[in-house]
């Protein structure tokens, strides 16, 4: 079985401010992905980022960045300077791969983060 | 290309009706799925299939059914609908299921 955790349910920071939205995972598998999508008040699921379970480094594009921890089972996104249109839902997902045709995708319940101007 | 397309956007049904989710792509992608989204549950997979003419069930799959006779299209039936199939579902699709999934706009199904 595998599960993914988000413990935090709604997130406001000050604009500007740095934010980090964290993700744990559960899985027995050794060979898995995780991604994170963004759900903008819009409603549209917007990916943002794919990491497989060999690469633990972390990764930064331009204000966000995110933080692999095969250690604590931990794939955390940090929002930096964080702006209005940053005001999301985001989602963390897992898949694991395995040879037997039946992998699938398990969302977390998603952290819905509010930027106040 | 239009990415994924869904139709309806909105519908009302009546309980015990019948009704089918429409979900095309252009992107000759083999992996497509549908998920519904429910306030404080994230997106739950409903059913997906890997390629034309193989569907699997995903972890809701209960009233509703699928079928795929192509790579384009990935209809998703609901045989009598009920008030707990009140929910927004959202059609995907990818290259692999290991690869970003790309996501409809969603439809907004509401059960009366």
């Known amino acids: 079985a595998q599960k993914v955790t988000q413990a935090q349910t709604e997130i406001s920071v000050v604009e500007k401010e740095d934010v980090t939205l964290d993700c744990v995972y559960e899985?027995?598998?050794?060979?898995?992905?995780l991604f994170w999508y963004k759900q903008p008040p819009s409603g549209e699921l917007v990916f943002l980022i794919r990491?497989?379970?060999?690469?633990?480094q972390n990764e930064i594009s331009g204000r966000y960045s995110w933080n692999f921890q095969k250690s604590t089972s931990s794939f955390n996104f940090t929002i930096t300077a964080s702006q209005v249109v940053d005001s999301a839902v985001y989602f963390c997902?897992?898949?694991?791969?395995?040879?037997?045709?039946?992998?699938?995708?398990?969302f977390g319940t998603g952290t819905r983060l509010t930027i106040i101007p | 290309n239009a990415g994924v397309t869904q139709t309806p956007k909105f519908q009302v049904l009546k309980t015990g009706q019948s009704m089918t989710l429409q979900c095309a792509q252009d992107?000759?992608?083999?992996?497509m799925s549908w998920y519904r989204q429910d306030p404080g549950m994230g997106l739950r997979l409903i059913h997906y299939s890997v390629g034309a003419g193989i569907t699997d069930q995903g972890e809701v799959p209960n009233g509703y059914n699928v079928s795929r006779s192509t790579t384009e299209d990935f209809p998703l039936r609901l045989l009598s609908a009920a008030p707990s199939q009140t929910s927004v579902y959202f059609c995907?699709?990818?290259?692999?299921?290991?690869?970003?999934?790309?996501f409809g706009p969603g439809t907004r199904l509401t059960v009366t």
């Open positions: 997902a897992l898949i694991r791969r395995s040879n037997f045709g039946n992998e699938k995708l398990t």
């Open positions: 995907a699709s990818s290259y692999s299921i290991a690869y970003e999934q790309y």
């Open positions: 992107m000759n992608h083999e992996y």
């Open positions: 899985t027995r598998d050794t060979t898995y992905y």
């Open positions: 990491r497989n379970s060999f690469d633990e």
